[in-house]
């Protein structure tokens, strides 16, 4: 039988992760040296391909030598950290990798913390070290005091190192040694990573890891052996983590991972990361098992989710006009199933079956939620995010998310950071020079002061900082917050806005709409001046009359207006705020669109 060994690469975002499984798929022969292969070929989804990031864990499988490594493409992003800690609990190492300019990130630490938690043995790969600025060997000691923040033992403490560019398709155990292959990383890997275990004739025993809808096989469930063969048309039964019995069915399918392709087997054997078809309830934790085993697998607890979001149907006039699924039931069943595949989602239905709330670990991960369902046709309206407050158990007193903040920007720009943070009860704990004449800076500050600062972050550093960011732990509630200082412009009738009138508005403040956009009252059409929301008419033309006047009319010139990406949308509006979502469009709109009502309510809370 091949040697199997079972590993998982992480990293922080764009770090090069899925870069580096490309070359380990070419090297290894499983492409054709003519076969055309899109670059990042594991970023199969659409969205990952636009974004340049891993959204979704994937497994994938190459022979080198007589051994059969099974690799996981894990995100880099903390906002999909369920995924990261699911994947980690199938596999017996981890390649760890570091960009070789800007070293040990927020991320890193994330995905870091939860391997050495688990008790594996990272091989680290410093990557991208062919690039100008790279700086192997003081990132190599950055990565060796991060472990020991983390408290790693004195086996994970030694480390194997290697030299890599991804890119280039090398790796080296010195930076002397010639730029040729990857060939040493294949070498360290079969070295390092101990071939998995389990007992092949004890009864089959596999946890759940990964769930994903198939169009021909319908729920198929990914996950390692631990014990005992997996057979075809063999019956099977799913524990829970509470030992009690969800289903019991028959095998249909048993899918095992050859490169890129998942091909149907007889059997597996413990120890292989396979795919099964035929269940139709069991879900990610839950164990897959024979009918005499009474006990589930142990499953690696999820972190709680620390933002929500609520997401209801789309009532605006404009409704219906653009999607195909626009039912407060379509949005629940649509809800639901990602629920079910994506264990770091709540979903919380209201009481009038309406609206639902969404808690997850970030805007980013919600963001990519919502915008995937706008992508299938979905049609919907979501409020502005809000942070999961949680009570002392002790003491009763209010406990909010805080977040661990790293920032790397132009020396010049340090102080205008220093200033924002602090407005946002930010607290510093470190700072200090990198390289590039780049400073790093370090806060703690809350989750809620977080929301809709990246848009005036890249502003305040005219678009060069990096600001990276992961949870940290509850503590005691920091205080109010100044939220959005600027008021909106709101449009005050129905139709599609002219040059002239939007001309005429533009000494109010910067536009968000162009001429010859359909708009409604209550629809937030721009952002005023100053602090009060301000009702215009965007759709008023030009008095005619019959008079003529001497000369030519000075021509209609509009600045361009500030288009919104929903991610930039989710973090600029207020409370009293949502945005409408459809496939084609993203538009901004007061909850109340009825100007009375708006200030009845307004009342009511003053």
Not at 195 to 223: H, N, Q, W
Not at 411 to 430: A, H, N, W
């Amino acid at each position: 039988m091949t040697n199997i060994r079972n590993l998982a690469i992480i990293a922080h975002v764009d770090h090069g992760k899925t870069t580096l499984v490309d070359v380990m798929l070419r090297q290894s022969g499983t492409f054709r040296d003519n076969q055309n292969i899109a670059e990042r070929v594991m970023d199969s989804n659409a969205l990952e391909k636009e974004r340049g990031i891993t959204i979704l864990a994937k497994c994938t499988s190459v022979d080198w030598n007589g051994h059969r490594l099974n690799i996981v493409d894990t995100p880099g992003h903390a906002d999909f950290g369920g995924e990261v800690e699911r994947i980690l609990s199938m596999v017996d190492g981890v390649i760890l990798l570091v960009d070789a300019s800007e070293g040990p990130m927020p991320q890193t630490k994330f995905v870091v913390a939860k391997a050495l938690k688990l008790g594996l043995k990272p091989i680290v790969v410093v990557n991208k070290a062919d690039k100008s600025d790279a700086r192997v060997d003081e990132v190599h000691e950055e990565v060796f005091d991060l472990f020991v923040a983390l408290e790693a033992n004195h086996e994970q403490l030694d480390f194997p190192t290697l030299y890599a560019s991804a890119r280039e398709g090398w790796a080296v155990h010195d930076m002397k040694d010639p730029h040729e292959t990857l060939t040493p990383l294949f070498e360290t890997v079969l070295k390092h990573v101990p071939v998995a275990k389990g007992d092949p004739k004890a009864p089959f025993s596999m946890l759940v890891s990964l769930i994903e809808s198939d169009p021909y096989l319908g729920r198929v469930l990914t996950g390692r052996i631990y014990s005992g063969t997996a057979k075809i048309n063999s019956t099977v039964k799913a524990l829970s983590q509470s030992s009690s019995q969800i289903e019991q069915t028959r095998l249909t399918k048993l899918l095992s991972f050859r490169g890129l392709d998942r091909i149907p087997v007889e059997e597996a054997k413990a120890g292989d990361i396979v795919a099964i078809a035929g269940f139709s309830e069991a879900t990610v934790a839950d164990t897959l098992c024979a009918l005499e085993v009474d006990m589930p697998l142990k499953a690696t607890p999820i972190d709680p989710p620390t933002l929500s979001m609520r997401f209801s149907v789309n009532d605006s006039p404009l409704a219906g006009r653009e999607g195909t699924k626009v039912t407060s039931r379509m949005i629940r069943d649509r809800l639901m199933n990602e629920a079910e595949g994506n264990v770091s989602i709540r979903i919380t239905e209201s009481e009038n079956k309406e609206s639902f709330d969404v808690a997850g670990r970030g805007e980013l991960q919600l963001g990519v939620l919502i915008e995937t369902m706008r992508r299938e046709g979905f049609e919907l309206s979501v409020g502005r995010p809000r942070v999961i407050f949680k009570a002392d158990p002790e003491t009763g007193e209010r406990l909010e998310p805080i977040e661990e903040l790293q920032i790397d920007v132009d020396d010049e720009f340090t102080g205008v950071v220093v200033e924002k943070i602090g407005l946002r009860k930010g607290e510093m704990i470190d700072m200090r020079p990198s390289s590039g004449g780049k400073t790093r800076i370090i806060f703690l500050t809350p989750s809620r002061g977080l929301i809709g600062y990246q848009s005036e972050f890249l502003t305040d550093t005219r678009g060069t900082g990096v600001m990276s960011r992961l949870f940290h732990a509850y503590a005691p509630y920091k205080g109010p917050i100044e939220g959005r200082r600027n008021g909106a412009l709101i449009s005050s009738a129905d139709g599609v806005t002219v040059s002239y009138a939007l001309w005429n508005l533009e000494d109010r403040g910067a536009l968000f709409v162009g001429p010859g956009v359909q708009v409604y009252e209550g629809m937030v059409i721009g952002e005023h001046s100053r602090d009060n929301d301000l009702e215009v008419n965007p759709i008023k033309g030009k008095q005619l009359t019959n008079f003529r006047v001497s000369g030519k009319e000075e021509a209609v010139r509009l600045t361009t207006p500030r288009s919104m990406t929903l991610e930039q949308a989710i973090a600029y509006i207020n409370d009293d705020e949502v945005i409408e979502v459809t496939p084609k469009n993203i538009r901004l709109r007061k909850l109340l669109l009825d100007p009375n009502a708006r200030k009845r309510a307004s009342k009511a809370e003053g």
